[in-house]
T-cell receptor
Framework: NAGVTQTPKFRILKIGQSMTLQCTQD?????MYWYRQDPGMGLKLIYY???????DKGEVPNGYNVSRSTTEDFPLRLELAAPSQTSVYFC??????????????FGSGTQLSVL | AQTVTQSQPEMSVQEAETVTLSCTYD???????LFWYKQPPSRQMILVIR??????QNATENRFSVNFQKAAKSFSLKISDSQLGDAAMYFC?????????FGAGTRLTVKP
């Protein structure tokens, strides 16, 4: 049981390049989230999804796009990378948080540098 | 949208002592959930404790407990008998309606 898998773990982009951060979960969770964590800061919500085919913007969606064609996958797309997007990106999932036993499961993060 | 504020960027505690980390939040909802997460240098996010807003009783998990003041929108974390392994970044988080928001974090140092 792999849980939440993020790839790649590290990436360096040039300004203006594009890339997709992959997130896959094998727990059959409905809810998936993308966060970014700037150095010394908390996590900011980029996008989230409550199920296949449904996505919604979070706090900081500009410069990013997402899709949710399957329950398992929730890729995050950067179209024109900018230095301000240098950050650590976390994917997280949960079945539901409206239950005492439920919690967010986090991936190990992707360290992205845009130079 | 809800906001979460952690006013203490850094805190320090002596091993075996008690420390309290502060968190306040702003929400218009009455039903929500609050969390404390720990992030060690490995970057892994570890759930420490959670609190359901409809419960008046403060949550406890071994050495970790919270002081939940719903009217004041305050959710502080108390760590008793601090251990070296408690050193980490601690994040307060608010969840409602599929939206999970985090505070900026408090870096906790534990002195031997």
């Amino acid at each position: 049981n792999a849980g939440v898998t993020q790839t790649p773990k590290f990436r360096i982009l040039k300004i203006g390049q594009s890339m997709t951060l992959q997130c896959t979960q094998d727990m059959n969770h409905n809810y998936m989230y993308w966060y970014r964590q700037d150095p010394g800061m908390g996590l900011k919500l980029i996008y989230y999804s409550v199920g296949a085919g449904i996505t919604d913007k979070g706090e900081v969606p500009n410069g990013y796009n997402v899709s949710r064609s399957t329950t398992e996958d929730f890729p995050l797309r950067l179209e024109l990378a900018a230095p301000s997007q240098t950050s650590v990106y976390f994917c997280a999932t949960t079945r539901t948080l409206n239950n005492r036993e439920e919690k967010l499961f986090f991936g190990s993060g992707t360290q992205l540098s845009v130079l | 949208a809800q906001t979460v504020t952690q006013s203490q960027p850094e805190m320090s505690v002596q091993e075996a002592e008690t420390v309290t980390l502060s968190c306040t939040y702003d929400t218009s909802e009455s039903d929500y959930y609050l969390f404390w997460y720990k992030q060690p240098p490995s970057r892994q996010m570890i759930l420490v404790i959670r609190q359901e807003a409809y419960k008046q009783q403060n949550a406890t998990e071994n050495r970790f407990s919270v002081n939940f003041q719903k009217a004041a929108k305050s959710f502080s974390l108390k760590i008793s008998d601090s251990q070296l392994g408690d050193a980490a970044m601690y994040f307060c988080a608010h969840y409602n309606n599929n939206d999970m928001r985090f505070g900026a974090g408090t870096r906790l140092t534990v002195k031997p």
